[in-house]
């Protein structure tokens, strides 16, 4: 298995791969992102097939940066055979010492798992402060998500107590989550 790291050249493989496993809802985001140069991307090529996909970003937050996973798919035949688990530990070598975030439906049991297994903490939404939530949701646009995981070297609470965060949530919101729905729905 090979990983390729692409942004905006990739836009349609990003687009393709998510369209087919998570449907045009959840791919538009996901390409939209790439393809504005907020997101990064992360293909998994099998003898030059792609077999999955990762999208994600970096915050500026303080004092250590976030670094989120927005979008991972992996073809249906390739998964459980470690593909997911590459693209995570992929974008957490590229993007090293950081506060790495992911967020997921309760229902989504392989996901789980899989980032259970690479030392991500799990909370389920509601057992968050109303805070701490609101940062989650705002800075990983997870408002469909019920759980939420995490690991670095620093807590989540602690990046979602400062101020400033608060700010650099509310910008990846209105950049990532609100401006492509805006888009999408020709909103002006």
């Given at each position: 298995m090979q990983i390729i790291e692409c942004g905006k050249e990739c836009?349609?493989?990003?687009?393709?791969?998510?369209?087919?496993?998570m449907g045009w809802y959840h791919s538009y985001f996901a390409s939209t992102c790439v393809e504005i140069g907020l997101c990064r991307a992360l293909v998994a090529l099998n003898n030059n097939t792609e077999i999955g996909a990762i999208v994600f970003y970096e915050a500026s937050t303080y004092p250590i940066k976030l670094a989120a996973m927005y979008y991972i798919a992996v073809v249906e035949e390739y998964r459980g055979m470690g593909v997911g688990k590459a693209l995570v530990s992929s974008v957490e070598y590229l993007l090293e010492n950081r506060l790495?975030?992911?967020?997921?439906?309760?229902?989504?049991?392989?996901?789980?798992?899989?980032?259970?297994?690479?030392?991500?903490?799990?909370?389920?939404?509601?057992?968050?402060?109303?805070?701490?939530a609101e940062f989650v949701e705002k800075i990983t646009?997870?408002?469909?998500?019920?759980?939420?995981?995490?690991?670095?070297?620093?807590?989540?609470?602690?990046?979602?107590?400062?101020?400033?965060?608060?700010?650099?949530?509310?910008?990846?919101?209105?950049?990532?989550?609100?401006?492509?729905?805006?888009?999408?729905?020709?909103?002006?």
């Open positions: 836009v349609d493989t990003v687009r393709n791969i998510f369209m087919n496993y790495y975030i992911a967020t997921t439906q309760r229902s989504n049991f392989p996901s789980r798992k899989m980032f259970r297994d690479l030392g991500y903490i799990e909370i389920p939404f509601e057992h968050l402060s109303e805070d701490v646009c997870s408002y469909e998500d019920d759980i939420v995981l995490y690991k670095g070297a620093i807590n989540l609470e602690y990046i979602a107590s400062q101020n400033i965060n608060k700010v650099v949530a509310d910008y990846i919101w209105r950049e990532l989550c609100y401006k492509p729905w805006k888009m999408l729905r020709k909103i002006h």
